[in-house]
């Protein structure tokens, strides 16, 4: 693979594949990480000379432009962060983007509008994806591949635009695949790992590749019910998916024939209904219960303060941790403290702590904690868990010589 440093970039268009997917409330991003994880290769990339062409997705629009998911505001912070104009077309490969691109000079920096607004980007037909990548091959000379969150998809921005241009591998990447490498080969022992997040299915599977490789798996966020169902409990309204409760069970089964300990909450906070996150207002219901006394009807989401204590006690000898998804809502102040309770617990070890995924990243920061008291704070949380399960990422395969 080749790194920025391996392209001629002076007076160049270069694309740049960014993740630029942060949550927005209304147009106000309320956490920037992603933006600051990649405004070192594309700062790196102005010095040199380059006319960078910055592009990403935005959430799930559906193939056309829609103003929720619109890039703008991104533009904005981008350029507060790298102290200089970043321009913004209001299109991803129409006038608007060919006059922008157009128009750049040396050392200067453009966003294109969000790159699924357009069908082809995420298009299952090769044809389709490859016709809205020769579009977007027309708007540079060199390709740099930075968005992590993004290389598990085979999008035409992520898969087919590397085989059309000269291209290398951005500084964040690069970093990403080192800090996967140490989760992978040669592991500092006790490994333990922590999941959550809503996902469930998406985080099931990776579940089968750990197994050959942790110590402990902890288990916490929606996923626990499905746990704490496969247990023989009822858990009331909370997410579960009933379907995974055979796998769920032969992963319990195959981890205590292999020595990997299953960590399963024992108590849970529940709600008879959603919170209300935006306003924070308070929930008259709030209760706390045994997993095996979930009332009907009752939404499970949080971890409870046992549990937060055991999952403690769980990560306190660890010399190495992966942890990806939140343990609750944590965006609601009710249901926040399992996951405050396990990102102070990965700050209290003394491993190489590891935090993936766009939500968990964000939580870290919204609840107040020292980003620089993690090992590291990935941008990518499906890109990380397909990695891990030992899958070949297209977008990490594209940027291959
Ligand atoms: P990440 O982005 O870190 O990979 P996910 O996207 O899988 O994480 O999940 C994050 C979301 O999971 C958060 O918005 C949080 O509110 C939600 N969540 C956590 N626990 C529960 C639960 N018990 N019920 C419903 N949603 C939950
Ligand atoms: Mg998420």
Known sequence: MKTIEDLEVSGKRVFVRADLNVPLSGDTITDDGRIRAVAPTIA?????????????????????????????PVAV???????????????????????????????????????????????????????????????????VGDGFGAVHRKHASVYDLPARLPHAVGDLIATEVGVLKRLTEDVARPYVVVLGGSKVSDKVGVIENL??????????GGMMYTFIAAQGHG?????????????????????AEQGVEFVIPLDTAVSGSFPDVKTG?????????DVDAIPDGALGLDIGPKTAQLFAEKIADAKTV?????????????????????????????????VGGGDSAAAVRTLGFDETKFGHISTGGGASLE??????????AALED
Do not use: C
């Open 44 to 72: 790196k990339l102005v010095e040199r000379g380059a006319r960078v062409v910055v592009a990403s997705h935005l959430g799930r629009p559906k193939g056309e432009p829609d103003p929720k998911f619109s890039l703008a």
């Open 211 to 220: 197994l050959g490789k942790a110590d402990r798996i902890l288990i916490g």
């Open 281 to 289: 207002a308070p929930v008259e219901d709030f209760a706390v219960v």
């Open 77 to 143: 912070r981008l350029g507060e962060i790298l102290g200089r104009p970043v321009g913004f077309a209001t299109d991803t490969v129409g006038d608007s983007a060919k006059a922008t691109v157009a128009a750049l000079g040396d050392g200067e920096v453009t966003l294109l509008e969000n790159l699924r607004f357009n069908a082809g980007e995420t298009a299952k037909d090769d044809a389709e994806r490859g016709a809205f990548a020769d579009q977007l091959a027309a708007l540079a000379d060199l390709y």
């Open 235 to 255: 858990v009331g309204g909370s997410l579960l998916q009933e379907d995974q409760i055979p796998v769920v069970q032969d992963y319990l089964k195959r981890g």
């Open 322 to 354: 992966f942890w990806n998804g939140p343990m609750g809502v944590f965006e609601h102040p009710a249901f926040a403290d399992g996951t405050r309770a396990v990102a102070q617990a990965l700050i209290d070890s003394d491993a190489f702590t590891v």
């Open 387 to 396: 990695y891990l399960e030992g899958k070949t990422l297209p977008g990490l």
